[in-house]
């Protein structure tokens, strides 16, 4: 259906099907779906690998422990459909499902029909019964997942990257965190280790790294053999707690050099309240010579507050859109 191999498929971003004619929405409603631990069906326009669209019907659902409740894949159907009337793409199931701590990544599950002739002008959309279909089609290979998993009590895990599974910011998130000067990165607590998913032009030139190197990262990159252990338990702690903290710690730059972090750790939630992402932000103590208006705590607590408006403005921003697409 899509043309690649499996070599091509096994480790990579899911959005490696998406291209120029992909609906933006619906690929923020997906994103807002992952991180909302939701089951969705939508109508989704991707792109093969010699670069032709087609439409498919796409049905997404959490994989959970059984043991933990805690989401371990996320499974992806999708089933060709012809082109119809893109104005009822989000009226499929959005089902809320219930998980306790993390999801590690999206597993995309590929339907293996011909594909061929889709674009026909006359094609209709997904109709009731292939909405079915797709769903059962889920529902069929979760059970064969809980039936391994249950018998080898192993997970079905692939080819991993850490980078590879973390879920893109949104542009307009991107274009409104690049805004805020001050240093901070954004972790995700729902990826595996909690990478950083955003690090400020001031946090690479505090740090001397690359953008390229510091995005899928554990912040405890920047530690070193000095860094106090008592230290990086209080801030584990905070954000298990889902609880702000601020903390001295001894960090190391690129180069090597140390410098003391004035590091305050908040969680950012979005329009539902849920926790989305953490921010931390830093000041060199060192530089606290310099003359600055507002004391540390006032600085940090403004890039915290700028952090949460931009988040929770994508977040209803992207709510409203579904309610007006649904």
């Not at 933990?68 to 999708?78: D, E, K, N, P």
């Not at 960090?251 to 750790?265: A, C, E, P, V």
């Amino acid at each position: 259906m899509t043309g690649f191999s499996r070599g091509d498929l096994l480790g990579r971003n899911p959005r490696l099907l998406q291209g120029p004619t992909t609906d933006r929405r619906s690929v923020m409603e997906i994103r807002e779906a992952v991180r909302g631990e939701r089951t969705l069906q939508i109508a989704l326009r991707n792109h093969r690998k010699d670069g032709t669209p087609h439409w498919v019907l796409f049905h997404m659902c959490p994989v959970r422990d059984e043991r933990s409740g805690r989401v371990i894949h996320f499974l992806a159907v999708q089933l060709p459909i012809g082109r119809g009337d893109r104005s009822r793409r989000s009226g499929g199931v959005a089902v809320a499902t219930s998980c306790r701590d993390e999801m590690v990544r999206c597993v995309s599950v590929f339907d293996d029909a011909d594909s061929r002739g889709l674009e026909d002008e006359n094609s209709q959309l997904a109709s009731d019964r292939e909405k079915q279909k797709a769903t059962n089609a889920a529902k069929t290979i979760l059970s064969i997942l809980n039936y391994y998993r249950k018998h080898t009590d192993k997970s079905v895990h692939g080819k991993r990257s850490c980078q590879g599974s973390m879920i893109p910011l949104n542009t307009s998130l991107n274009i409104s965190l690049g805004r805020i000067k001050q240093s901070f990165v954004l972790t995700d607590p729902y990826l595996p280790d909690m990478p950083i998913v955003y690090a400020s032009d001031a946090f690479l030139n505090l740090t001397g790294y690359s953008r390229q190197e510091v995005l899928g990262q554990n912040c405890r990159f920047l530690s070193g053999p000095d860094t106090d252990g008592e230290v990086l338990h209080q801030i584990k702690d905070s954000i298990r707690e889902e609880q702000a903290c601020t903390v001295c710690i001894l960090n190391y730059r690129k180069d090597g050099s140390t410098f003391w972090n004035r590091l305050h750790i908040s969680p950012v939630r979005n329009a539902t309240g849920k926790v989305a992402y953490h921010v931390g932000v830093q000041i060199d103590e060192s530089r606290e010579g310099e003359n600055h208006v507002l004391s540390p705590e006032m600085r940090q607590l403004g890039v915290v507050g700028s952090v949460k408006v931009a988040v929770r403005s994508l977040s209803a921003f992207t709510s409203t859109s579904r309610s007006e697409m649904s």
